[in-house]
């Protein structure tokens, strides 16, 4: 097994430049060179993902022309002297839809607050994300360094609505096909008199209970509670332009996301209303900065900085470099280009709650040569009924028990293009009771030419996820925290072998609007010297193994605590989980019950539990339990620990296991939880 796993880290390090390359069955090029697409029996087929990014997609970031320079000022505290300045440029008139550039010197700027860009056609610009350039040093309560865009308040029908957008003369009709397919342009509707050519329209896809049923959805119970996955009654939106109408038939701008089949949901069935936009911040950028904060051992709750969250459209931040923040972007509005920003964590996430650096929250973005470093943490994750297309590319992703997934609630339409995460996975999956019963997470997803230490990717009921070109291991899993079912695997395709087309997004984008589009972007014609083989080293995995007892298994696994004395970095839960015995978790003085639950991160097996007290005889009373098929199994239960207790007990698959003292004399203190399979022959020397 070993030797196994050295070759498949060896050739995750070495990249694909000596692999032979594969054909897709589901887009290839034809004789005359022009994209194929393979459809369903439904004709669902993978979309088009050019239309993410800044404008669309295709156009070229704009050099606004400076208005006004700052410098730092060491007082203290730059945050006001910024801010007044962006408010300067913000009431000066627009100018081919700018205002300017509020240009930082290079220097160390102290910031205590965000700045905030709230105006439509500014841009924030440093001096360089490097040495020598332009940092914004976080310091103060918690905050975001800098924000984009305002709230989306609107008057609609002589009300103020917090809203996206409102209906137009109440022109709205039903869609009147029995199935749309995903990735299609067109559909049929009841009556399509009220709409002309250039309308914005609103698709509203209903949830309803008898989707919610085929999906599996409405049977996630956790501790006995249901989980609610999408309450019945509640609608995923998608916004698009109406480029042509014949009859009834309307044709949009660009794809659709997600199927509709009336079956499931109707009543009350699809509406299509004409909608008008609420007004948007627009055309803001941030560029070439450095975002600075202290480095953190902490759980990401209790991280006091982010760096950039973006609530406008066809916005870009291009050339960021986020040092130590936390939940670092947020990409909350539509066609936002994040181009070259890098994130650099010390330190891995404290706790079994994981962060994400790339927050996917809006549609057609497109995250582009980006780079993340951070252990335990989803390294992008979309949020709930959020439609596609939205677009990872050529980025890398590194840190380990960190992983690529989306994250709740039924998201549509993820391309993940040419990336690489070496030390974890990528994931499009059931996540079952996870979170607050996030269920299924993404339908219609595509990685493409990826390398990736491992991929789970499953198919939700009714829809398709694929692994195209992608080199890693397969793995099948339940839902999370569910023994069984193991759902098979989604449509792997030329696995282990990357396809010719070397990357979809940038051959549709081709195919869609030409070369001058893929040089607008920053890609040569000749785009796979811009893909180098992905040569990233895998960081070494520590592991620790006791003389008798074996792997184990809880090592450096996240953990939660239910009491922690004073500093979490000095008594935090992860103390019990390190191997070092001059480490402990602690409760603080005079806690004498508390818990430890240790996450996983996956069904794992076990036999055999080791508890160590740090400072004496203190617990009189414990139980440890293992969290399967969404319920708590009891595994040991006693009245003493000491200095080493060891436990067997009949072999059990577990995602989570906690240990509860129920009863002690003086405060709690642990500094060894071991989790163990141990095999017969071992088992007879315990």
Not at 279 to 300: A, F, K, M, S
Not at 381 to 394: A, D, F, R
Not at 515 to 534: D, E, W
Not at 627 to 637: C, E, G, P, T, V
Request: with cysteine; proline share 5%; hydrophobic share 35%.
């Amino acid at each position: 097994m070993k030797k196994i796993t050295a070759l498949l880290l060896s050739f995750l390090a070495t990249g694909i430049a000596s692999v032979q390359k594969g054909k897709s069955e589901w887009v290839y090029r034809g004789n005359d060179g022009k994209l194929v697409y393979k459809t369903t029996p439904t004709g669902d087929r993978i979309m088009d993902f050019s239309h993410a990014g800044y404008m669309g997609g295709g156009a070229a970031l704009p050099v606004v022309p400076v208005k006004r320079l700052v410098k730092p000022s060491d007082t203290g505290d730059d945050t006001r002297l910024i801010q007044n300045v962006i408010d300067e440029v913000a009431v000066m008139p627009l100018k081919n839809g700018f205002r300017g550039t509020v240009e930082l010197a290079p220097g160390t700027f102290t910031c205590s607050g965000p700045l905030i860009l709230s105006v439509s056609g500014i841009v924030l610009r440093g001096n360089g994300s490097g040495v020598g350039g332009t940092t914004i040093k976080m310091v103060g309560s918690p905050h975001t360094a800098i924000v984009i865009g305002r709230g989306n308040t609107i008057v609609a029908l002589g009300k103020t609505e917090k809203a996206d957008s409102s209906t137009v003369n109440n022109t709205k009709t039903l869609i009147t096909d029995t199935y749309v397919p995903s990735g299609s342009r067109s559909f049929t509707v009841a009556d399509a008199s009220g709409f002309t050519v250039s309308d914005i329209i609103n698709i509203n896809r209903p949830v309803t209970e008898t989707w919610v049923h085929f999906m599996g959805m409405d049977n996630m119970y956790r501790d006995g509670k249901k989980q609610t996955w999408i309450k019945a009654g509640a609608r995923g939106i998608t916004k698009r332009k109406i480029t042509t109408i014949v009859g009834n038939k309307l044709t949009l701008d660009l794809p659709l996301a997600d199927s509709y089949d009336a079956k499931f949901l109707n009543p009350p069935g699809t509406v299509v209303v004409k909608v008008m936009p609420a007004p948007r911040v627009t055309q803001v950028g941030v560029e070439n900065i450095h975002i600075q904060c202290p480095p953190l051992e902490i759980d990401y709750g209790h991280a006091p900085y982010a760096g950039v969250r973006v609530g406008g459209d066809d916005c870009w931040l291009n050339d960021v470099y986020c040092e130590e923040t936390m939940n670092t972007t947020v990409l909350a509005g539509n066609r936002i280009t994040m181009e070259k920003v890098v994130v650099k964590h010390t330190y891995a996430n404290l706790g079994a709650s994981k962060p994400t650096d790339f927050s996917l929250e809006g549609s057609q973005n497109l995250i582009d040569r980006c780079e993340i470093t951070g252990g335990n943490m989803y390294f992008v994750w979309t949020s709930s009924l959020i439609p596609g297309p939205n677009v990872l590319l050529n980025c890398t992703f590194k840190g380990i028990g960190s992983r690529i997934q989306p994250h709740q609630r039924w998201s549509t339409g993820l391309l993940v293009d040419n990336c690489t995460v070496p030390d974890g996975g990528i994931d499009f999956m059931n996540r079952g009771i996870a979170g607050s019963g996030h269920g299924w997470t993404m339908g219609w997803a595509v990685a493409w030419n990826c390398i990736a230490k491992t991929y789970v990717i499953q198919n939700p009921p009714g829809a398709v996820n694929w692994a195209i070109g992608c080199i890693g291991k397969r793995e099948q899993t339940a839902r999370l925290f569910d023994s069984n079912p193991v759902l098979p695997d989604g449509n792997f395709d030329s696995h282990g072998s990357p396809v010719e087309i070397q990357s979809l997004y940038l051959a549709q984008l081709m195919e869609r609007v030409g070369m001058q589009g893929i040089k607008n972007i920053g890609y040569p014609a000749n785009s796979k010297k811009m893909f180098p083989n992905k040569q990233v080293k895998v960081l070494p995995v520590k592991t620790d193994h006791d003389k008798i007892l074996g792997l184990n298994l809880a090592f450096g696994r996240p953990v939660n605590t239910s009491n922690v004395k004073g500093n979490t970095r000095e008594f935090g839960g992860e103390k019990a989980l390190d191997s070092n015995n001059n480490t402990y978790w602690c409760t603080a003085d005079g806690v004498t019950n508390a818990t430890l639950e240790i996450d996983m991160e996956g069904p794992v097996n076990m036999n055999t539990l080791q508890l160590t007290e740090a400072l004496g005889r203190h617990v009189e009373e414990y139980k440890v339990e293992a969290q399967l098929d969404s319920d708590w199994k009891l595994l040991a239960h006693g009245t003493a620990i000491g200095k080493s207790l060891v436990v067997k007990f009949p072999e059990t698959i577990a995602w989570k296991v906690r240990l509860t003292v129920l009863k002690a004399k003086m405060n709690v203190a642990i500094s060894n939880v071991g989790l163990y399979l141990v095999k017969r022959g071992a088992a007879d020397k315990i």
